[in-house]
């Protein structure tokens, strides 16, 4: 059965001033209902869902839901954009998961919104909130958790099921990068048990990106990676370059195995990682601790710039251990760049630099990283790993 509930219009000067809600001779009611959907048991997690109608606001606003617990925001699902105008049947999702940190109990759930995907997870800036019931979160067992490997990244049904933590800088004409990785091997996602694909890797890497969309239309990576392969229980340890040369050419990873074989570097070595741009080889040379290991054929790179040097890790499947762990983490060092005419340099981190990790805004970390402000460090841990 359906409860109608009711919300509030913009009420006061100062709410309005800081949401930009705009008042008129009819100013509209932000009025909807919300229909508890479905709630699904995920491996080691839960995923709640709530449709709600009503009406969007002038402009539009953003939708998203939300656990409590005393009144304080723990948990909250991606935000649902919802344009100007009635509307009706438009799902929010909630999927925690054990290694969030999140603890077995009954939460309160809460549906917000507000006039701008920054503020989703600021409980406090939402132009409306209304209680949506309450749930039950239950205790996973670490045995049980051990075996998942869950494809969507626990925020939002059918999302990339990809994690990165990442420290990269905007340039313009960059030529090479390189790096000291310390090597922090650790578990994926259902070691042992799953067939399901997953990995995890550390690399440095260039990317040039198109302007409107954001989005890589040709990249460069080397590093090292563990990786298995959909269907198998077995997973392989090993170097590998990846690349992309062109918007619509096919990505191509190379592992170095056979002719090129190149022994996988051991737990807490420290090892050096360095692309540079060969525009008479049309293409890049990967040097591994100094010596010439492979050139990859990426012609298209003639017409691409790299616009962003990055220091990176990655996995595939939200349970998979991110490189390194709180007490031993995966140390980045003397991290550097080279532009088009020029020598390498230090990567000089700053708070104009992009840095963090793709965990769910809002909630409790999975992942995190740090740098040292002015300096050619970084470091990356996951916050639960499988491997203690």
Avoid at 57 to 71: I, K, M, N, R, T
Avoid at 82 to 87: I, K, N, T
Avoid at 141 to 162: F, H, Q, Y
Wanted: hydrophobic share 35%; aromatic share 12%; net charge negative.
């Amino acid at each position: 059965m359906r409860a109608m509930v009711i919300l509030l219009s913009c009420l006061g000067a100062t709410l309005v001033s800081i949401i930009g809600c705009k008042k008129s001779a009819s100013t509209p009611t932000y009025d909807f209902f919300s229909d508890h959907g479905s709630t699904r048991s995920d491996c080691c997690g839960v995923t709640y869902e709530d449709r709600i109608a009503g009406f969007s606001p002038v402009g539009g606003a953003y939708y998203w839901s939300g656990l409590v617990d005393s009144d304080t925001l723990v948990f909250r699902g991606d935000p649902v954009y919802v344009p100007e105008g009635p509307f009706s049947e438009v799902s929010l999702y909630l999927a925690p998961f054990s290694q969030m940190g999140l603890q077995e109990g009954t939460y309160a759930k809460r549906i917000y919104c507000t006039s701008t995907s920054e503020y989703a997870g600021i409980a406090e800036s939402s132009l409306i909130r209304t209680e949506a019931g309450y749930v039950a979160y239950p205790k996973y067992a670490d045995s049980i958790c051990a075996a998942c490997c869950t494809k969507d990244s626990g925020d939002v049904t059918g999302r990339s099921s990809r994690r990165h933590c990442v420290a990269a800088k905007d340039l313009a004409n960059a030529e090479g990068i390189r790096a000291y990785i310390e090597t922090r091997w650790g578990l994926l996602c259902g070691s042992g048990m799953s067939t399901a694909e997953a990995q995890y890797n550390a690399f440095v890497g260039i990317q040039n990106l198109d302007l409107p969309t954001q989005k890589p239309t040709a990249w460069v990576q080397a590093g090292y990676m563990e990786w298995r392969i959909e269907g198998s229980t077995s997973s392989a340890r090993f170097l590998y370059i990846e690349w992309k040369d062109a918007p619509d050419a096919t990505p191509y990873i190379l592992p170095l195995v056979d002719q090129y074989y190149v022994a996988p570097p051991a737990e807490g070595t420290v090892n050096h990682y360095e692309l540079v741009r060969e525009a008479a080889a049309n293409g890049w040379a990967f040097y591994y601790n100094s010596a010439l290991t492979v050139r990859p054929y990426a012609p298209g790179w003639q017409a691409s710039d790299g616009s962003w040097a990055t220091w990176e890790t990655e996995i595939l499947k939200r349970e998979t251990d991110m490189p390194g762990t709180v007490n031993n983490p995966c140390e980045f060092t003397s991290c550097g760049y080279k532009l088009a005419g020029s020598g390498f340099t230090g990567a000089a981190f700053n708070s104009n630099d992009v840095i963090g990790c793709s965990g769910i805004a809002g909630n409790p970390k999975q992942w995190d990283c740090s740098y040292s402000p002015g300096g050619n460090t970084w470091y990356v841990w996951d916050v639960s790993p499988l491997v203690p």
